[in-house]
């Protein structure tokens, strides 16, 4: 069984910085792209960034040079630096990874943590 825990989330000034962390737990498999992506109340659930096992990385226009997407193959963990960050920015962040184990690969997902950014 498969979890991906995530954690850093919290609440943060305009203008402020979050880093959110991903683990994964059980038996991994190979992972291939892990992401971020976030749901605000009302909204569609959307991509806020993406990176390959070969780290290349693709964001959102909206968080293009504000925030940093990582990953730590060995220990199969992705990071999300958030740097000045805005009211916009508040929304539930979800942690992804597209895993193959025992010949099938599948999307798996975090159970989210909030990021609540004031004005």
């Known amino acids: 069984q498969v979890q991906l825990v995530e954690s850093g989330g919290g609440l943060v000034q305009s203008g402020g910085s979050l880093r959110l962390s991903c683990s994964t737990s059980?038996?991994?498999?190979?992972?291939?792209?892990m992401a971020w992506y976030r749901q605000a109340p009302g909204k569609q659930r959307e991509m806020v960034a993406t990176?390959?096992?070969?780290?290349?990385?693709k964001y959102a226009d909206s968080v293009e040079g504000r925030f940093t997407i990582s990953r730590d193959n060995p220990n199969n963990t992705v990071y999300l630096q958030m740097n000045t960050l805005k009211p916009e920015d508040t929304a539930v962040y979800y942690c992804?990874?597209?895993?193959?184990?025992?010949?099938?690969?599948?999307?798996?997902w975090g159970q989210g943590t909030q990021v609540t950014v004031s004005s």
């Open positions: 059980g038996s991994s498999g190979s992972i291939y792209v």
């Open positions: 990176i390959t096992s070969g780290g290349t990385t």
């Open positions: 992804y990874a597209d895993i193959k184990r025992f010949g099938r690969r599948r999307d798996y």
